[in-house]
């Protein structure tokens, strides 16, 4: 009986120790499975056919705006200021006078000046009929002769002092913000006001040197500025004649009408550039790129797999760049889950 028994469990633990053997190892080939089927799961991703088409290329840049014509107001003589003949913040036409320095001294000056100027002419008439007489020498008559001269220039040098007292606008603008008064004694270096024409401003902004040979001047650019919806049209009229070696840039400039007097010196530019049309061009989303780095790449569908492709991309947009090299009409670009590819990668592509 004991036997017996004994039979029985052995032949249970057997079984029990074969079915758990089965289980244990059905589960590893699952596991095996499972993960060998992950391995050769194809990721679906999305992509398109790449098309050439015309590409207006356009070189986004930021620029500055400047007035066309801006000055300083200082006097060119020392004195009280007599009178001021300008409203800030006001236009005034060229040759108005913008503000008179006291000159009654000067005046007194040009009085004394004038007077001597007199004497020497009554001096140098007198020597020239004595010499005609020989009754002065030549030497006594140049003596005659220069003083009247020098008698003339410094009545001609006060009244040009005097002339100086009138400040007058050089060019007809908008004038700013005033730091004199009536009675305020005035010397050169105090600035009085800016002088500013805003009927035409100026756009400056530079351009990477390898797009130098595709800007000509006479050409229209666009830009646009903070704050306002509207698109504005300036024209190129200078460029500059080097590249800077500093930042590789060639600084350019272009001049725009300010009719409505929305645009102010001083502040930012958006600025779009056409350059050359080019024919047959590719180009393509941006989130299909993927920077490398010695430079950028994608991935073409090939035969059900990832294939790594490194381009040569140049202008680029918000949503779009232009591929120069690398891509193909007819090539399928994956554009979607690039950056979790490998290269020979199973995928399922999604065209749209």
């Keep these: 009986m004991k036997v017996k028994n004994l039979i029985y469990a052995l032949l249970i633990i057997c079984i029990g120790g074969f079915i758990t053997y089965r289980i244990v190892s059905n589960k590893k080939k699952n596991e095996d499975s499972k993960k060998f089927g992950d391995k050769d799961k194809p990721t679906a991703v999305t992509g398109i056919v790449v098309k050439t088409a015309t590409f207006d290329n356009n070189l986004s840049l930021s620029g500055s705006i400047e007035a066309n014509e801006q000055v300083e107001i200082h006097s060119e003589v020392s004195g009280i200021v007599e009178g001021i003949y300008f409203n800030e913040g006001s236009y005034v036409n060229k040759g108005q006078v913008l503000f008179k320095v006291n000159d009654i001294?000067?005046?007194?000056?040009?009085?004394?000046?004038?007077?001597?100027?007199?004497?020497?002419?009554?001096?140098?008439?007198?020597?020239?009929?004595?010499?005609?007489?020989?009754?002065?020498?030549?030497?006594?008559?140049?003596?005659?002769?220069?003083?009247?001269?020098?008698?003339?220039?410094?009545?001609?040098?006060?009244?040009?002092?005097?002339?100086?007292?009138?400040?007058?606008?050089?060019?007809?603008?908008?004038?700013?913000?005033?730091?004199?008064?009536?009675?305020?004694?005035?010397?050169?270096?105090?600035?009085?006001?800016?002088?500013?024409?805003?009927?035409?401003?100026?756009?400056?902004?530079s351009i990477p040197e390898k797009y130098a040979a595709q800007v000509k001047t006479g050409s229209s650019i666009d830009f646009n500025v903070s704050g306002s919806d509207k698109t504005y049209t300036a024209k190129i009229y200078a460029i500059e004649p080097?590249?800077?070696?500093?930042?590789?840039?060639?600084?350019?400039?272009?001049?725009?009408?300010?009719?409505?007097?929305?645009?102010?010196?001083?502040?930012?530019?958006?600025?779009?550039?056409?350059?050359?049309?080019?024919?047959?061009?590719?180009?393509?989303?941006?989130?299909?790129i993927v920077p490398i780095q010695d430079g950028k790449k994608v991935y073409i569908a090939n035969m059900g797999k990832a294939k790594e492709v490194k381009v040569d991309a140049t202008t680029r947009t918000d949503a779009s760049i232009l591929i120069l090299s690398g891509l193909k009409a007819g090539d399928t670009l994956i554009t979607s889950g690039v950056m979790s590819l490998k290269d020979e990668s199973p995928i399922k592509v999604k065209v749209k």
Excluded: C, M, W
């Design 242 to 288: 080097e590249v800077a070696v500093a930042t590789r840039t060639l600084q350019i400039r272009a001049i725009a009408d300010n009719h409505d007097g929305k645009l102010f010196p001083g502040t930012f530019a958006d600025v779009k550039l056409p350059l050359n049309i080019i024919k047959d061009a590719i180009v393509v989303p941006t989130e299909a």
């Design 105 to 205: 001294e000067l005046k007194a000056q040009l009085r004394q000046a004038q007077t001597k100027e007199s004497l020497t002419a009554e001096n140098q008439r007198r020597a020239k009929l004595l010499l005609q007489k020989e009754a002065i020498s030549q030497e006594e008559f140049d003596v005659a002769n220069a003083d009247h001269a020098s008698a003339q220039a410094q009545s001609q040098l006060i009244k040009a002092q005097i002339a100086k007292t009138s400040v007058k606008a050089p060019f007809s603008g908008k004038i700013g913000l005033r730091s004199i008064s009536p009675g305020t004694y005035i010397t050169p270096t105090i600035l009085v006001a800016k002088l500013v024409n805003t009927g035409k401003l100026k756009i400056t902004f």
